[in-house]
């Protein structure tokens, strides 16, 4: 139910990020879904591998650069969902990486906080 529910978040997410004048465009609720679902999928599997492979990059950084690796993550997603675009390529991946992490966690608590 959980994953469910965090499914839905995230495509809600999605919606109102598209909504935002960063660049980032999605056809619909159902688009919506699937690019849910990829952008999951490759956070369970892609994103610690880039995350190990980036060690010495992230630590001479003191972090930061985990928001690149979590751009590439977005920009992949993307790259794989037919009605999931990036206007403005590496940019929009990047402010829709962080902003899908920031309406994320509030929608999450507002989740929570009803159930």
Request: hydrophobic fraction near 65%; glycine fraction near 8%.
């Amino acid at each position: 139910m959980e994953l469910l529910i965090a499914w839905l978040i995230t495509a809600i997410s999605l919606l109102i990020i598209a909504q935002l004048p960063i660049g980032v465009e999605v056809d619909n609720f159902g688009k919506a879904l699937v690019a849910a679902i990829v952008f999951g999928i490759l956070n369970a599997l892609v994103k610690p591998l880039l995350v190990f492979l980036s060690i010495p990059l992230t630590l001479l950084t003191l972090g930061l650069f985990l928001f690149i690796v979590n751009a590439i993550v977005f920009g992949l997603a993307a790259a794989l969902v037919s009605g999931f675009r990036l206007r403005y390529g590496f940019w929009s991946a990047l402010f829709g990486s962080i902003c899908l992490s920031f309406i994320n966690g509030i929608l999450s608590q507002v989740v929570g906080s009803v159930s």
